[in-house]
């Protein structure tokens, strides 16, 4: 357990890294033309098509492996108790690990497919573009109700079995509601849910690897 628990932390931490890389270059380096043409928009989407696909490949596919291994080690940490909010938890925790990945790959493909009917028709182009980016932001990029459910569900088995420090754990509920009032559609919800989880995933992610080097220091020499 000690093993997985370490790619755990280290897992948490660059998911938290992959949140502001993804927040500093929609924030500062996209400059998608909103109020353009059709041949504007996806012009500016075929021009930018290689870093966009790298940044969502990271953003989505990346990131859900990560997940993946998190989702495992809370999993392994908790199992013990019998507790079944762990297993409902880990149960969205897998779910919420193949709807990133998938959203990651869907628009990725989409987008690809998009840029090629351009010659042909940049309005049914752009159709095609605005519909995989419906798909993505409603399975995997703006809605975020399963991955606030395995958050606020881990945090309150951690909290029950008196497992990582109270604080992180009630941030862990703010972060779990915030992710689950994602239902409603208003951007604000899923910015605050990304805030507050890059903070949750790396103080998550420290104190895994602190406790992990800590079990390491305490063992006994033969």
């Known amino acids: 357990m000690k093993g997985i628990q370490k790619l755990a932390g280290i897992s948490s931490i660059s998911e938290g890294l992959i949140y502001i890389v993804a927040f500093v270059y929609f924030g500062a380096f996209w400059s998608y033309p909103a109020d353009g043409s059709p041949v504007e928009k996806m012009t500016h989407l075929a021009e930018n098509q290689l870093l966009f ?5 990271l953003m989505y596919v ?13 999993h392994e940490r908790l199992k013990h108790t019998n507790n079944p909010v762990v297993t409902i938890g880990s149960v969205f ?4 690990v193949g709807l990133v990945i998938a959203s990651g790959m869907i628009s990725n493909i989409g987008l690809a497919h998009a840029i090629d009917l351009m010659e042909a028709s940049p309005e049914k182009a752009l159709d095609m ?13 703006g809605n975020e109700l399963v991955g606030g459910l395995w958050v606020l569900l881990i945090s309150a088995a951690a909290i029950q079995e008196g497992w990582l420090p ?7 509920y ?5 992710g689950i009032a994602t239902i409603y559609p208003d951007e604000l919800f899923t910015e605050i849910f990304g805030v507050s989880q ?5 103080w998550l992610g420290i104190c895994l690897l602190t406790q992990e080097n800590a079990n390491k220091s305490i063992q006994p020499t033969a």
């Open 53 to 57: 696909s790298m940044i969502y490949f």
């Open 62 to 74: 990346v990131f859900g492996v990560l997940l993946a291994v998190l989702v495992i080690g809370m």
């Open 93 to 96: 925790g897998v779910i919420w």
């Open 129 to 141: 573009w605005t519909t995989v980016s419906v798909i993505t932001e409603s399975i995997g990029g």
């Open 166 to 172: 109270r604080r992180l754990n009630y941030l862990g």
């Open 174 to 178: 703010f972060v779990g509601i915030a």
């Open 198 to 202: 890059i903070v949750w995933f790396i």
